[in-house]
Every structure is written in structure tokens, then in C-alpha cells.
């Protein structure tokens, strides 16, 4: 039993080791980082820039004013004067960082995730996250989203009969984001509820239980409580779906007509047994984790992207009737015997349909930017020259230096709106660029999936980026031709960040996520 001196002696151990973290952290750390050297903005020792980077009502001219100050490589604040962190434009020190496998989602980034998405791609780093991309990449080639486009095009029959059913006088206005999400479900109704249910929770989680996860166990409040519930439900029901998918798909395997179960959840399974090496496949709670990250990716994040374009085609009617004079009057429609074939090369056959779908995927990315912690001391190579706060000068094709465990911000929605690679109207909505895009945006110059910061590029690109843009494109080439959308008089949508960007009613921000669009029948605009 200790005496009381011996606690004392303790207590005085334990407050004197937390004072010298804090020193350390506060004062001696920051003297010696590397990024105390570059240029960025500054201020009191507390202050943080955060707001600034991600609130789109600042960032998307933040960015910009910053560049034109620092130059395209600079450091802001983050937690206070002591937190410095990286932000760059320079395309050529962006493609070093997510090439590389020194720099890796911050560990506190994974762990907010994987207590609502589990183990999965979007969580995992290393040899870990190879292993995942190997095993659910067949899952994502072009052939399988071809297989996949006429699951989509049904399902956006399904959303057309269901808004169809809501215009008893032929127009109507629908919260045309809540409908796009629970479509995009499919037919996993209970999916799409607790999936909601916990992504609008997390969206409310205070900063110290997304710093200190373990918060959520040792005293776990509310929001807590309320988003391991809907997690449960997700789990169970998605046991059940893999039970039953992976029994029909066995099944068919046996049988001399082969598989014939074609969404996204049957081809991932697929994916997954079709190697007879147990090691180099999935174990089910594995398999889990994958199919709850791709419902969260593909489902949640695709809805998103459609409703702002909707919202952009409410914005401009001119190009909303061009697009729908495309959709209802094809050219050349293609002429593969294959039906899936078919269905997609339809789909790939409409210029402005892919320029539009492009447009609003830049404008805007669901994800706004993504951070990446440097595992290990690095020099990051610059194209562009960075002058450092002592006057000198680092050329392009030098280098600059940064220590482990500093914090690298990817600005994705700043680089899709940078005015340096799309042009001074970079942040206007006009398709028509992607007819001739300016030699900045175009590929080498411009190393993102599909010209687009939206995808990322590197390990950690998005894999199912054509899954996104062809169920986009399946989507509006079956509403668009029926109905026209505009923006009810008055309402001003404004974007929020969480996890996702979301669209919301400016004054009507407690009603939560919404983007309500006046939707009418065609044949009620153009009587006969």
C-alpha cells in the first residue's frame, strides 16, 4: 500500500511528465519544425485557421487569396500557433505526397472511421490496404460496371415512379437529396436508415470525442450511444445480406448457368471467394467492413453529387434544356448485342451528359479535402518556388523539408476550383470547358482521376469512381427527359462540412440536411 508521500512523490511524477509534454508540444516542437520556416498566414497563439480551410462559405475564396499571398506552398495554423500544417497547390509536392507511403491518414482520422465503417478500405493504411484494393478491385472494372448499369437505370425508374406518384397537380416541391439518398439504397430501406441515422450523428460530434475516440467507450454520451446502435443494426443486416448472397451465388457457381446475381454487393462477394487461397481472401467480419465502406462510399457520396447537380441544372435552365434535348433525342445510339454493354455505351454516347456529370463532380466533391500525416522526416519535391520567411529562396526542382508527424492538408475542392488550372471562371458551373480544357487541367499536368481532385489519384484514389459517374449519368438520363427542376423563390441552399459536404436551406440550418427543388412534369411545361 502505497504511503502518502509515495502517492505524493507520484502525483508529482505524473502532473510533472504531462508539463513537459505540453512544454514540448507548445514550445520546443514548434521551434525546430521545419514548417516554421515557410510562409502563411498567422496570428495568436491560440488562433486556428481551421474555419477558414474547411467552411465553404470562406475556403473557395480562401484559397485563393492565400495563393496569390504565399505562393502555392505554405503552412497555416491549426490547433493554434504551435500546430503548423502543410498546404500546397503545387501539383508536383501534391502527387510526391499521395505516391508515397510515408504519408498516411492521420491516426485519428481512422479511428473516427472505423467506429462507424468498421475495418475497411477507407480506414486502413499499408500493406493492409493492398491487400483490401487487390481483393475488391475486380468488383470495380469496367466490365462490372457494365454489369451493374442496368441495376442503376431500373432504379432510377423506381425514383421516377416514386416522384411521378407525388405530383397529384403536376408539379411538386421535393427534398430531391433525401429521395436521391434512399434510392441509391436500393432496396436496403433499413441500410439507408441507419446509415443516416449515424452519418447525421457524426456530423454533430464535438472536436475532443473526434481527438479522443476512446471518449466514446469510457463515457459514452448520447450521440455515442445512438451511432454504435445504428452501427449495429448495420452489421446485422449486412451479415444477413452476405449470408444469403454468398448461399445464391455458391449456389449458381454450381450450377451449369453460372452466376447470375449482378449488383454491387453479389459482385464484391464474388470478387472475394472466387480464389480458392483462403489467405488471399476475406474473412466475413473483413467482408463486412468492406460492403458497410462501400453503402457509406457509393451510396451516400453518389446521392450527394446528384443532387448538386440537380441543383446546378435548377441554377441554369438553358443548360438544363440542352441536356434534356440530348437525353430525349440520342444521335448515334450504339449497337453492342450485349444488353449491359449496350446500356452503358448509351449512356457514354452523350457529350454534355459526361460534361455536366464532370462539372458537378468538380464544383462539388463530397469529400472537401482529405489531411495526411508524414510517418517519417521527408523532403517534398516543389515545381513551383517558395520563399521561405528568412528570405530564401527554394527553386522548383528543389526540395522542402518536413518531420514526422506533421499534418499535410489536400485542399481537393481548392484545386478543383483553382483559377490557374480551369481559368478565372473556375467557379461558375459551365460544362462546356470539359469540350477544351485548358493544357493546366489536362493529363500530365493535372494527375487526378478523370482530370477531377475528386477521386484522388494514387493507393488511395477512390476505386469505385466509374461506379459514381455511370450511376450519375443512369440517373439523370431517366428523370431529366420527364421533369424539370427549379429553385423554389426565395430559398438560398448553402453547403456545410462533416464528413461529406451537404446542402442544406440558408435560415433553415436545425431542419438539417435538405435541398428542396420545385420538380414538374415535362408534358406540364410543354402542353399539347
Known amino acids: 500500500m502505497l504511503t502518502p508521500l509515495a502517492l505524493l512523490l507520484a502525483v508529482a511524477l505524473l502532473l510533472g511528465r504531462g508539463l513537459v509534454w505540453i512544454v514540448n508540444l507548445l514550445v520546443v516542437l514548434p521551434l525546430f519544425d521545419p514548417l516554421r520556416k515557410l510562409p502563411g498566414p498567422t496570428g495568436p497563439f491560440f488562433f486556428s485557421h481551421i474555419q477558414r480551410v474547411v467552411d465553404p462559405d470562406f475556403s473557395a475564396t480562401q484559397h485563393e487569396e492565400w495563393k496569390k499571398q504565399y505562393g502555392k506552398t505554405f503552412r497555416y495554423h491549426g490547433s493554434g500557433k504551435f500546430d503548423y500544417r502543410l498546404m500546397t497547390f503545387d501539383l508536383r509536392a501534391v502527387s510526391h505526397i499521395l505516391m508515397s507511403p510515408i504519408y498516411q491518414k492521420p491516426r485519428v482520422t481512422r479511428t473516427f472511421l472505423s467506429t462507424m465503417l468498421g475495418k475497411g478500405i477507407f480506414t486502413t493504411e499499408g500493406a493492409e490496404h493492398t491487400f483490401q484494393r487487390k481483393i475488391i478491385g475486380p468488383a470495380f472494372t469496367l466490365q462490372s460496371i457494365k454489369t451493374l448499369t442496368p441495376i442503376f437505370l431500373r432504379t432510377a425508374e423506381e425514383l421516377h415512379d416514386k416522384w411521378e406518384g407525388m405530383l397529384s397537380n403536376g408539379q411538386e416541391t421535393i427534398d430531391v437529396c433525401h429521395w436521391i439518398s434512399r434510392a441509391t439504397f436500393d432496396a436496403f430501406e433499413e441500410l439507408y436508415l441507419a446509415f443516416r441515422r449515424m452519418f447525421d450523428l457524426a456530423d454533430k460530434k464535438g472536436i475532443l470525442r473526434i481527438l479522443i475516440p476512446m471518449l466514446d467507450k469510457i463515457w459514452p454520451d448520447k450521440i455515442a450511444r445512438s451511432v454504435l446502435e445504428s452501427r449495429q443494426v448495420i ?30 454487393l453479389s459482385l464484391l462477394i464474388q470478387s472475394n471467394i472466387c480464389n480458392d487461397d483462403s489467405t488471399k481472401t476475406l474473412s466475413d467480419p473483413d467482408l463486412l467492413d468492406q460492403i458497410s465502406s462501400f453503402f457509406f462510399a457509393g451510396s451516400d ?24 434535348e440530348e437525353l430525349t433525342h440520342p444521335t448515334a445510339p450504339p449497337q453492342s448485342s450485349n444488353s449491359e454493354d449496350r446500356a452503358y455505351d448509351v449512356l457514354d454516347s452523350f457529350p454534355l451528359l459526361d460534361s455536366v456529370v464532370r462539372e458537378t463532380l468538380r464544383l462539388a466533391p463530397p469529400v472537401h479535402g482529405t489531411l495526411r500525416v508524414a510517418t517519417q522526416n521527408d523532403l517534398i519535391p516543389v515545381s513551383e518556388p517558395v520563399v521561405l520567411t528568412n528570405g530564401t529562396l527554394v527553386s522548383p526542382g528543389e526540395h522542402i523539408k518536413i518531420r514526422k508527424g506533421s499534418i499535410i492538408h489536400i485542399p481537393i475542392e481548392g484545386l478543383n476550383f483553382a483559377k490557374d488550372i480551369w481559368s478565372e471562371d473556375a467557379l461558375e458551373f459551365r460544362p462546356d470547358r470539359w469540350n477544351s480544357l485548358p493544357p493546366a487541367a489536362q493529363p500530365p499536368h493535372f494527375p487526378g482521376l478523370a482530370n477531377l481532385m475528386t477521386f484522388s489519384f494514387g493507393p488511395n484514389s477512390c476505386p469505385g469512381y466509374r461506379f459514381t459517374i455511370t450511376e450519375m449519368k443512369a440517373f439523370l438520363s431517366t428523370i431529366l427527359p420527364r421533369f424539370t427542376f427549379a429553385l423554389p423563390e426565395g430559398q438560398s441552399i448553402g453547403k456545410r462540412n462533416g464528413l461529406f459536404t451537404r446542402p442544406f436551406v440558408r435560415g433553415k440550418s436545425k431542419m438539417g440536411v435538405q435541398l428542396p427543388l420545385i420538380v414538374k412534369r415535362v408534358d406540364e411545361c410543354n402542353p399539347a
Open 235 to 264: 452489421y446485422a443486416t449486412g451479415r444477413r445480406l452476405i449470408s444469403e448472397k454468398k448461399s445464391t451465388i455458391l449456389d449458381q457457381k454450381l450450377s451449369s448457368n453460372g452466376p447470375t446475381e449482378k449488383d454491387l
Open 301 to 324: 457520396t453518389t446521392a450527394l453529387s446528384l443532387s448538386w447537380c440537380l441543383y446546378f441544372l435548377a441554377l441554369h435552365p438553358d443548360i438544363q434544356t440542352r441536356l434534356r
